[in-house]
Structure formats: C-alpha cells, structure tokens
C-alpha cells in the first residue's frame, strides 16, 4: 500500500517557539495532503486540507496564521506551529490518498507535540 | 450539520463477536470507511462501504444503509490485539478530507 512519512514523531518546545512538522508521501505523489489534530481520548479533528502549490483550505476555528501549511511539491507537506502554546500540545496527524485509490487514506505515523 | 453517532466504549471477551454502529447526518456523502487507532499510532484503514450491503475482509465486516444513513462494523473472533479505538469516517465527496465520529474504544479481555 501506499506509505505517507511523519517527521518528527515527538518534538517538546519552548512557548514561543515554532514547530516544523513534515508529512511525505513516499511512493505516490499527492496533490492534496490533509492535517489533523487529536486530543487524547478523542477524535481526528481536520485542521486544513494542503493544496500542491495553492493556499491551504483551513477549517473553521483554525487560525492560518498560527498553523502554516506548504505544499510545496507533489509529496511534501509541512505544518510549522508558530508561537506555540502549551494549549498547542497535542497529537498531528497527516494523510493522503493515493491516485486512483480516493477510497482509502493513508496516515502518516503522527506527531506528539509538548510545548513546555 | 454534519456528524457521525458510534458507541463511545464496547468491551467484549476473546473469541466473541461485536458490532459497532455507527449513525451519520451529513450534507454530502460518498461512502462510510471504518479506521482502527491503537494508542499512540496511526488510524489504519480497514474497510470502506460505497454502496449499500455487507463488504467482508477477514474477521471483519462492515455494513451500510444509505437509506437508514447507517452502517456497522462487524469483528469476529475477537483478539486481544483488536483492543483500539474504532472510527467511522465519511466522505463529503470524492477526494475530500474524511470526518471521524468520536470513536468506539474497544476493550478485549481474556
């Protein structure tokens, strides 16, 4: 099956701080990548749908300011946590389906971010 | 408005069977997909329902009823490693993000 890559899987930072989290598709190429936050004991939230060289569709509630998505090229994504907050600790989760396979999304192993 | 309706926790014993429901109200629909999350990881995909009726892959199976806006996953002979969390998850349409309901916490004891 298709594999889409995390990096990194923990990262703790300073408030204040900013975060890069990248989300690589390895043996397809996605032209839309979609960001997720969890908290724990809960459900997959969408924060942003990431388009290959346009402007992320943020969700409503989720300040675009504070949680830059790029989508640089066909199989890279990358969500930077500016400023953070220790209310930004969470769980982010990337995803993407493969070309011709829109039924299925796959997930990239997820990133626990702790902001101290 | 949007949302999906599961059980919050089900808890059952090696060997059994469970079914966990799920109910959807949404603005757009382009099929019911079932995902399973163990603590810490990643959901992974277990089935995806496009049509009405029974898709069947190894112990599970999953169900939908457009009409009833209504669906289960059915997991058979149950093992410990089937203790997760279970999503449904939703389409608006072809391509789009998928919406999770809140997720079944599954427990199997011995």
């Known amino acids: 099956g298709a594999v889409v890559s995390q990096h990194p899987s923990r990262v703790i930072c300073k408030s204040g701080t900013s975060v890069k989290i990248e989300c690589r598709s390895l043996?397809?190429?996605?032209?839309?990548m979609f960001w997720y936050r969890q908290f724990p004991k809960q459900s997959l939230m969408l924060m942003a749908t990431?388009?290959?060289?346009?402007?992320?569709?943020?969700e409503q509630g989720v300040e675009k300011d504070k949680f830059l998505i790029n989508h640089a090229s066909l199989t890279l994504s990358t969500l930077t946590v500016t400023s953070a907050h220790p209310e930004d600790s969470s769980f982010y989760i990337c995803?993407?389906?493969?070309?011709?396979?829109?039924?299925?999304?796959?997930f990239g192993q997820g990133t626990r971010l702790t902001v101290v | 408005g949007q949302s999906l309706e599961q059980p919050s926790e089900v808890t059952a014993v090696e060997g059994a069977i469970v079914q966990i429901n799920c109910t959807y109200q949404?603005?757009?629909?382009?099929?019911l997909s079932w995902y399973q999350q163990h603590d810490g990881g990643a959901p992974t995909f277990l089935s995806y329902?496009?049509?009405?009726g029974l898709e069947e892959t190894g112990r599970f199976s999953s169900f939908l009823s457009r009409s009833d806006s209504y669906g289960y996953l059915l997991l058979q002979e149950l093992q410990m490693k089937d203790s997760a969390s279970y999503f449904c998850?939703?389409?608006?349409?072809?391509?789009?993000?998928?919406?999770f309901g809140k997720g079944t916490t599954l427990s199997v004891s011995s």
């Open positions: 329902n496009g049509l009405d």
């Open positions: 949404t603005s757009g629909f382009y099929g």
């Open positions: 043996d397809f190429q996605a032209t839309t």
């Open positions: 998850a939703y389409h608006n349409q072809a391509g789009t993000a998928l919406i």
């Open positions: 995803s993407a389906t493969a070309p011709r396979k829109n039924t299925e999304a796959f």
């Open positions: 990431s388009n290959e060289g346009s402007k992320a569709t943020y």
